[in-house]
């Protein structure tokens, strides 16, 4: 295939819209990419070669399913009409996640969801405490994505430098092994996001680290690799956290900064010295104002100095934060503040200081003593770190990451945002939301810089230069709006994610915990609303914020171009709901202020026309925010305006009718979405935010009226709806607050998380098949909840009695695993406290026996069957084991009576050289073989 760079490509598109401005180029960027190991190939299809040259170039950009697995993936195309079209993106997010959430005035919805979340953390601590959680089974399993990663905040290096912790946004704390592979979650009986971390050596010897973050929840300490979370005490008036750091004393003091505090609202240093116990104020500054802290993290000093930028002005300790000294004004006027330092130094600071609109970025070679202003930046999301081992590296971020090596004089970009389409392996993602510097003994410069980014973590071993992505594998923490799975195969399955594009997978069998699924992004940007006619992906839409993309072919998917854009003039969400025409698959509607219909022309070309009268921009309502077809009659159809009206339509959403106003507080509704009975037309559901009423409303008569449907459903924001297809009547409902199941016999919904289910935000919700539910989250990737309870395990227990050993030795027989006739799981047959260095064999038979047998009992009758001799290695007494891995021997067919629905008896015999019938027996182990 031809290599298409993105400069030609963002030139063609340019030269086609007319919006020829700047825009990322990199001659040695391609647009080729390759389909990740679980996607089929894909191609971007357009007009022909006599149409315009956009058109005519993105009919080469094609995948190549035989290229290697990290080759490069597309270039972006969705803010082709101007380079600041990310940061308005960010904006219209922001904005629209505020206008979802909608409560009366004195309503703090996220006060609420904050309380949602921390009353299931404490549920699930208890949990554990208690056991109860082991007694469960499992009925989730982790789809992916394994391969997009999201938002990723923090990352701190373990004490003993050999692995590697990731703070996420809505996924928690991640560890992995200092080359970022492994990675496994620690958080996901966390709530919220991880902002900043802190790994410190465990209390006792041989503890596991002590880790301390800060997060949605505050800060928590896990003494336990995750498995519980704390909150000390000592932290209640701290608020707007500004640092969390140490101190190198021994024990560690573990150090956090606020920027407001109960006492005066001034800001204030908490210290503990207790492993993370207990918290008390060390000092306050006189007065409030913005402030920022920093404490050296290697070298004599970090044990001793800290120094502070508050209201503009440097303040610098040498006890440990008992006391402080003023230092230098730098800006008496600044109403933010960002402090960093280099220990290679004096050391030497670097703070940002917001006066007005504006950032400057001041160096003070002195420690605060004096300081210059060296820098304005333009693209600064209040990101800065300073290398370790070169006081003259600085590196500040914002949609992109900007690292300086004289001091801060000048800049350089790392790389334009686009560019890490074509090279996700060395190239940053957009959109920087931490960076860290920190010593690094593996390191050949003596420290690691880690960006973190919307699309993961980078390392870099050249102090901020050419930095590696760590999070191409593994790393789950990918944000989803929707999913959408083909009918036609329940492991199809599309995505639109937030920042990672549209996506597309083929789920794969789960090997154990973590992700297993890779999913290839087949165009950038941030999609939702994604849809179908028939629930095949034949033909599948879905918006993106300025038009609609569409993909053709089930197996074989093209992405067509020309994109459809938006109805002239029509206002509508920032990522407005569409919905596929259930009786035209060449048809999709579009909900703004007027419901509009959209039906193929040829090829990749589309028209509109207004299908309905009704004006949904009324009453203090300005556009449609959900639509719903019933299923079982495509007449029939639901929609909510922003204003929380529910309507109906008889005639296929040509013409509408206002349901009845009965629900308190119905204009602090607002209806996200909708789903329909799958085989009853006239029962529909509606959810949306329920902090100032009821967040989720059902229709028995087709719309004419709706009630609450709120028992066992908190306060909270309920994003997505779907009903089951076994005919149960169960509901499902994605929400801030969690995943619920609603049981129609006992009229209450139901939390159906477990603590091995992630602790985050579920967005999405579809009905794979007739009861398996495939849910979207914003931060843990996509999970599939399967409410049929799963089968028993396989019997397995010991009977009979071992015989005592010459060297008095009770050898004692085990079950590790899961019997199985199928591939995968392991199963063996174990024996412990056997006489060292002696040989013996597992026998086995279809009958249990009890018969005394040379001074023991023989617990399997005859006929028997034996294995292989092995040896018991070891040293020492009763140090020797043996072990036989028994579902290879199922598998291999050596022996047919080794069949499914089979109970086995096994046990183990062994030379014993000292006994008086020189042999030695264990008790004896059964088990069914499923």
């Given at each position: 295939m031809h290599p298409l760079s993105f400069a030609r490509f963002a030139a063609a598109l340019c030269l086609t819209l007319g919006a020829c401005q700047r825009a990322p180029t990199d001659s040695s960027s391609q647009a080729a990419t390759t389909a990740t190991e679980n996607a089929a190939p894909l191609a971007v299809a357009g007009p022909s070669a006599s149409a315009s040259p956009a058109a005519a170039l993105l009919e080469v950009v094609r995948y190549d399913p035989g290229a290697p697995a990290l080759a490069a993936w597309p270039a972006p195309t969705?803010?082709?009409?101007?380079?600041?079209?990310?940061?308005?993106?960010?904006?219209?997010?922001?904005?629209?996640?505020?206008?979802?959430?909608?409560?009366?005035?004195?309503?703090?919805?996220?006060?609420?969801?904050r309380a949602n979340g921390l009353a299931e953390q404490e549920r699930r601590r208890q949990l554990v405490l208690s056991g109860a959680h082991l007694l469960s089974s499992s009925t989730w399993t982790e789809i992916g994505s394994k391969n997009q990663a999201g938002r990723m905040?923090?990352?701190?290096?373990?004490?003993?430098?050999?692995?590697?912790?990731?703070?996420?946004?809505?996924?928690?704390?991640?560890?992995a092994n200092y080359d970022g592979t492994n990675w496994r979650p620690l958080g996901d009986n966390l709530w919220g996001g991880v902002w900043e971390a802190l790994a410190l050596p465990g209390e006792a010897a041989g503890d596991p680290d002590l880790l301390v973050i800060w997060g949605s929840a505050g800060i928590r300490v896990s003494r336990n690799q995750g498995a519980l979370w704390e909150a000390p005490a000592g932290l209640a008036s701290a608020n707007n956290i500004r640092m969390l750091s140490k101190f190198a004393t021994n024990p560690p003091t573990i150090a956090v900064w606020s920027n407001n505090s109960a006492s005066g609202n001034a800001p204030a240093l908490y210290v503990s010295t207790d492993f993370g116990r207990n918290f008390s104020v060390r000092y306050q500054m006189p007065s409030a104002g913005a402030s920022a802290a920093w404490i050296p993290r290697v070298g004599a000093s970090a044990a001793t100095h800290m120094y502070v930028s508050h209201r503009g002005q440097f303040y610098a300790s040498s006890n440990a934060g008992q006391s402080f000294t003023p230092r230098a004004v730098v800006d008496a006027n600044a109403s933010k503040a960002v402090l960093c330092g280099s220990e290679a130094g004096a050391p030497t600071l670097y703070v940002a200081l917001q006066n007005g609109s504006t950032w400057t970025l001041y160096r003070s070679n002195d420690a605060g003593v004096s300081a210059s202003s060296v820098h304005q930046p333009g693209?600064?999301?209040?990101?800065?770190?300073?290398?370790?081992?070169?006081?003259?590296?600085?590196?500040?971020?914002?949609?992109?990451?900007?690292?300086?090596?004289?001091?801060?004089?000048?800049?350089?970009?790392?790389?334009?945002?686009?560019?890490?389409?074509?090279?996700?392996?060395?190239k940053l993602h957009a959109d920087t939301m931490g960076l860290f510097a920190w010593p690094d003994a593996q390191s050949p410069s003596g420290e690691s810089v880690f960006y973190c980014m919307d699309g993961g973590i980078w390392r870099s071993h050249q102090s901020g230069a050419s930095p590696t992505n760590l999070s191409l594998s593994g790393l789950g923490v990918s944000q989803y709006y929707s999913t959408h799975t083909s009918v036609l195969d329940p492991g199809r399955v599309l995505a639109g994610s937030q920042d990672q594009g549209y996506q597309r997978g083929n789920v794969q069998p789960s090997s154990g915990s973590g992700p297993s699924t890779n999913f290839t992004q087949l165009i950038?940007?941030?999609?939702?609303?994604?849809?179908?006619?028939?629930?095949?992906?034949?033909?599948?839409?879905?918006?993106?914020?300025?038009?609609?993309?569409?993909?053709?072919?089930?197996?074989?998917?093209?992405?067509?171009?020309?994109?459809?854009?938006?109805?002239?003039?029509?206002?509508?969400?920032?990522?407005?709901?569409?919905?596929?025409?259930?009786?035209?698959?060449?048809?999709?509607?579009?909900?703004?202020?007027?419901?509009?219909?959209?039906?193929?022309?040829?090829?990749?070309?589309?028209?509109?026309?207004?299908?309905?009268?009704?004006?949904?921009?009324?009453?203090?309502?300005?556009?449609?925010?959900?639509?719903?077809?019933?299923?079982?009659?495509?007449?029939?159809?639901?929609?909510?305006?922003s204003a929380g009206r529910l309507y109906w339509s008889q005639n296929h959403a040509v013409n509408w009718s206002l349901a009845s106003s009965n629900a308190p507080g119905e204009h602090y509704f607002y209806g996200n979405a909708l789903a329909v009975h799958p085989t009853n037309a006239l029962e529909a559901v509606v959810g949306g935010s329920g902090y100032s009423t009821a967040g989720v409303r059902r229709t028995l008569n087709g719309g004419a009226s709706w009630q609450a449907l709120t028992n066992g459903l908190p306060a909270t924001m309920v994003y997505d709806l779907a009903y089951a297809r076994d005919g149960s009547g169960d509901i499902y409902a994605a929400c801030e607050a969690g995943a619920y199941r609603y049981d129609p016999v006992a009229g209450s919904w139901f939390n159906i998380l477990q603590p091995a289910t992630p602790l985050t935000l579920y967005w999405s919700v579809e009905c794979v098949g007739q009861d398996l539910m495939r849910f979207g989250t914003y931060g843990r990737g996509i999970w599939d909840y399967d409410p049929t309870p799963p089968p028993p395990p396989p019997h397995v227990a010991s009977y009979c009695t071992p015989k005592v050993s010459s060297g008095l030795c009770v050898p004692?027989?085990?079950?590790?695993?899961?019997?199985?006739?199928?591939p995968g799981p392991s199963f063996q047959v174990r024996a412990s406290d056997i006489e060292s260095n002696k040989n013996g064999v597992l026998f086995y038979g279809l009958l249990p026996h009890a018969g005394a047998f040379q001074g023991g009992f023989m617990c399997v009758k005859s006929p028997v069957r034996?294995?292989?001799?092995?040896?018991?290695?070891?040293?020492?007494?009763?140090?020797?084991?043996?072990?036989?891995?028994?579902?290879?021997?199922?598998?291999?067919?050596?022996?047919?009576?080794?069949?499914?629905?089979?109970?086995?008896?096994?046990?183990?015999?062994?030379?014993?050289?000292?006994?008086?019938?020189?042999?030695?027996?264990?008790?004896?182990?059964?088990?069914?073989i499923p």
């Open positions: 969705e803010h082709h009409l101007d380079i600041d079209a990310e940061k308005r993106n960010k904006r219209g997010r922001k904005k629209f996640i505020e206008e979802l959430h909608r409560a009366a005035p004195d309503v703090d919805w996220r006060a609420i969801e905040h923090c990352a701190a290096l373990s004490p003993d430098g050999q692995s590697l912790y990731g703070g996420s946004a809505l996924g928690g704390l991640w560890k693209d600064f999301w209040e990101e800065l770190t300073a290398s370790t081992v070169n006081a003259n590296t600085v590196i500040y971020g914002g949609v992109e990451a900007f690292r300086s090596t004289n001091g801060g004089a000048g800049f350089t970009k790392l790389n334009g945002w686009g560019e890490y389409y074509s090279n996700p392996v060395q950038s940007g941030d999609y939702g609303h994604l849809t179908s006619s028939s629930g095949a992906h034949d033909l599948v839409y879905s918006v993106y914020p300025g038009f609609v993309l569409v993909q053709e072919g089930e197996t074989n998917p093209q992405l067509l171009y020309p994109w459809v854009d938006f109805p002239a003039g029509s206002n509508h969400l920032w990522l407005p709901p569409i919905a596929a025409d259930p009786l035209d698959s060449a048809s999709f509607f579009f909900c703004a202020d007027r419901l509009y219909r959209y039906t193929r022309v040829s090829g990749p070309t589309w028209s509109y026309v207004q299908h309905s009268t009704q004006n949904f921009a009324l009453s203090g309502s300005s556009y449609m925010t959900a639509l719903a077809f019933a299923p079982s009659d495509a007449q029939r159809a639901y929609a909510v305006d004692t027989i085990s079950g590790v695993g899961t019997p199985s006739s199928a034996r294995t292989s001799s092995q040896n018991s290695g070891g040293s020492g007494a009763c140090a020797g084991d043996f072990a036989y891995e028994f579902n290879a021997r199922i598998q291999s067919g050596v022996d047919p009576a080794l069949a499914s629905g089979a109970r086995i008896y096994c046990q183990y015999w062994y030379r014993d050289p000292g006994d008086a019938f020189t042999t030695g027996l264990s008790d004896a182990l059964e088990f069914d």
